[in-house]
């Protein structure tokens, strides 16, 4: 079964500064990997995925995530943020043959990170 | 425009009483989803639907049921058998392809007084 971990459970930057936050992952095979966004309140934004292909991934934003397959990482990258990002970041991790190889896909979500931006 | 649509964004409910929540898409979807969100646990599967009169239990099924007799509308019902309803609830659809991205809805939030 696929995990996912997100070490930081809150990041501060200050406005303008880059952010990386970091995900970790835990599957078998290369799996989907996904980055969503979530304001206070709301529902969740998707950023970005990776199914296949290029491993440096371009997403809404400005926002991009580079798939490491000998670190398990999906690193999330943007090099100047504004205070408008300020949100809860989670990455999510999927079975390209799906849950139990059913072909329906089943998320696993990290627990998430807080961003804050500071002026 | 196209969208998941989640009725009511807030809702209270007294210990004992059953709530449903509702979800509607007019994405065309085949696949619907209900996650619970809890502060610092991230989003857990409640219950899954891949099409229509069919639906599968997620992780955390227990004290919750759902119907899924239209394709746009997979409704969740907390139940009073749920022991800590309070969260907020978060809906999702996607295509039901393999590698379809899963799109959500704007979340209710349940509060039992």
């Known amino acids: 079964a696929q995990s996912v971990t997100q070490p930081d459970i809150h990041i501060t930057v200050s406005e303008g500064a880059s952010l990386e936050l970091r995900c970790n992952y835990s599957?078998?095979?290369?799996?989907?990997l996904f980055w969503y966004v979530q304001s206070p309140g709301q529902g969740l934004q998707l950023l970005l995925k990776y199914f296949s292909g290029d491993t440096l991934v371009q997403g809404i934003k400005g926002f991009e995530a580079e798939f490491k397959r000998s670190q398990s990482s999906f690193n999330l990258r943007k090099p100047s943020v504004p205070w408008s990002d300020a949100a809860e970041y989670f990455c999510a991790v999927g079975a390209p043959k799906g849950y139990l190889n059913t072909g329906f896909q089943k998320l696993v979500f990290g627990t998430g990170t807080r961003l804050l931006v500071s002026p | 425009d196209g969208g998941i649509t989640q009725s009511p964004k807030y809702l209270f409910r007294k210990e004992g009483q059953n709530v449903t929540l509702s979800c509607e898409q007019n994405l065309n979807h085949d696949a619907m989803y209900w996650y619970r969100q809890d502060p610092g646990q991230g989003l857990r599967l409640i219950y899954y639907?891949?099409?229509?009169?069919?639906?599968q239990k997620g992780d955390i099924a227990e004290g919750y049921s759902v119907s899924r007799e239209k394709k746009e509308s997979f409704p969740l019902t907390v139940t009073s058998a749920q022991k800590n309803p309070t969260a907020f609830y978060l809906c999702?659809?996607?295509?039901?392809?393999?590698?379809?991205?899963?799109?959500f809805g704007p979340g209710t939030r349940l509060t039992v007084l």
């Open positions: 639907s891949q099409i229509v009169n069919d639906f």
């Open positions: 999702a659809s996607s295509p039901g392809q393999t590698t379809d991205t899963q799109y």
């Open positions: 599957y078998g095979a290369t799996p989907y």
